[in-house]
């Protein structure tokens, strides 16, 4: 590192790790460091509100917020399209600026969809992956009256594992307070055997699908979806007949980061402790971009932007790492919806399942709670 100027930390996208890693750098460093945060349009999204406005209208402000207001004042914003990266000369090009130079970069542009990899995915099914999509899929259910439904995972590792579980249990609710439960059948389709990722989880879900009469379909790897005919060909020469699909599409990185050479197929390969980025110097990545075995969540990226923000802090202030705040366990942290009001909790890491309570109202509470507290606390690094 060039001792000559201040420190360039610079941010690459503006969610909830990269908002947060921002934010414990600059209250961190003060003026020892310049911190430049680059984000595509400008917008912190609360992915999470996506799930509950394929069912009803939100308000703007549930759904994102400017991310100026949630950024330290010290923290230069720069809302502007990361183009191309260059290690080599520790740059990063902008599609309407110039190009940034950097002694740190932190890696946090998410993962994106990929609907084109399934033939007639995208014109055949609905997700509530993205804003639109969810909107698209609110007036997809509220047109429908009946018949079969389809809901599945079309490629792992996706976002939010829980979410296409807690959408399954949500369905259920929303059909019955319109009277089409009795006309409605419900399919789940899991490409693994059995309902969930992670078999503790799996074992509390199951027997919840069972009493709500929600088919599990297992080993379902979907191939294409014929929009015309109305029907899902798997991998396995099945086919399943629907009148409504909701099916996650598989995802991958940005292509700024496959196009830098910083990918191991589809994800930037870590130090599964450090984050930092594998054969690269002061690196690091966090969030759905990374190849890390544990889940693509939003408290993962909490979680994660704590270590390398101590890492970084570490290194400008020459000192040894913080072994305690400075290594990643695998820490991840969520509700998972289960209807009828009640939802339950998973918390977990690499070597420990989750060992989900029964479902209450309390934790119900505690996600509705959560949603409504996270734009004063977790951007700013207060939970």
Request: with cysteine.
């Amino acid at each position: 590192m060039d001792t000559r100027h201040r420190p360039r930390i610079v941010v690459l996208g503006g969610g909830v790790g990269g908002t947060l890693t921002a934010n414990l750098l600059a209250r961190r460093l003060g003026t020892r460091a310049q911190v430049t945060l680059v984000d595509r349009t400008g917008l912190h999204i609360y992915q999470p509100s996506f799930l509950y406005a394929a069912f009803r209208p939100l308000p703007t402000r549930s759904l994102g917020r400017d991310l100026r207001s949630l950024l330290r004042r010290d923290i230069r914003l720069v809302v502007d399209e990361v183009t191309t990266i260059d290690p080599a000369s520790r740059t990063a090009g902008l599609r309407h600026g110039q190009n940034l130079e950097y002694d740190f970069l932190v890696i946090a542009l998410g993962s994106q969809l990929a609907p084109e990899r399934i033939p007639g995915l995208a014109e055949g099914s609905h997700n509530f992956y993205s804003l639109a999509g969810a909107q698209r899929l609110h007036t997809a259910l509220h047109e429908f009256s009946g018949g079969t439904v389809l809901v599945g995972v079309a490629g792992i590792p996706y976002k939010c594992p829980p979410a296409p579980i807690e959408f399954t249990f949500l369905l259920d609710d929303y059909l019955r307070r319109r009277g089409l439960r009795s006309a409605t059948t419900i399919r789940f389709l899991s490409p693994l055997n059995r309902a969930f990722t992670i078999a503790s989880a799996s074992r509390m879900i199951e027997p919840i699908f069972e009493e709500r009469r929600i088919e599990l379909h297992t080993f379902v790897n979907v191939a294409a979806v014929d929009p015309e005919k109305h029907i899902v060909t798997t991998l396995e020469d099945e086919t399943y007949d629907y009148d409504l699909a909701v099916i996650v599409p598989p995802h991958t990185t940005p292509a700024v980061l496959r196009n830098a050479g910083l990918t191991d197929g589809d994800w930037v390969p870590v130090d599964r402790q450090t984050l930092a980025v594998r054969g690269q110097e002061n690196v690091y990545a966090i969030g759905d971009c990374t190849d890390l075995p544990i889940s693509k969540a939003g408290s993962t990226a909490h979680f994660e932007a704590r270590v390398v923000a101590e890492r970084i802090t570490a290194a400008v202030e020459q000192r040894p790492v913080d072994p305690t705040r400075g290594t990643y366990h695998g820490k991840v942290m969520c509700f998972l919806e289960t209807g009828g009001g009640k939802a339950t909790y998973l918390v977990f890491d690499y070597d420990h399942e989750p060992r989900p309570p029964q479902p209450s109202r309390i934790w119900h509470l505690g996600k509705a709670v959560l949603n409504q507290a996270y734009w004063v606390t977790v951007p700013q690094g207060r939970l």
